[in-house]
């Protein structure tokens, strides 16, 4: 199986910026698609950004021009560099694995930007 691990999450001030980052172990395979999604209490969990293999990246409309995602060179560690971060974003952030066949998501990390 696969394990997620995220770290980076904390509180920053409207304006900063903040780094996640999502370590992946295990059974773990290269050309697996890995992301970010979020969910703020009472409501859906959303897309935040996902990068392919090849590096194809993919993100939601509210972070889209501030948020840029990326993997290492080994493909087993995802992070997500947020800047321009308002108190919309205040959510958990869950970081997530898509193989072939499996899906695996990671505990999640706070992130919190105060009004």
């Known amino acids: 199986q696969v394990q997620l691990v995220e770290s980076g999450g904390g509180l920053v001030q409207p304006g900063g910026s903040l780094r996640l980052s999502c370590a992946a172990s295990g059974r773990t395979f290269s050309i697996a698609t890995m992301g970010w999604y979020r969910q703020a209490p009472g409501k859906q969990r959303e897309l935040v950004a996902d990068i392919t293999s090849g590096g194809s990246t993919n993100y939601g409309d509210s972070v889209k021009g501030r948020f840029t995602i990326s993997r290492d060179g080994n493909k087993n560690t995802v992070y997500l560099q947020m800047s321009s971060l308002k108190p919309e974003d205040t959510a958990v952030y869950y970081c997530?694995?898509?193989?072939?066949?499996?899906?695996?998501w990671g505990q999640g990390t706070q992130v919190t930007v105060p009004s």
């Open positions: 997530r694995y898509s193989g072939k066949l499996l899906m695996y």
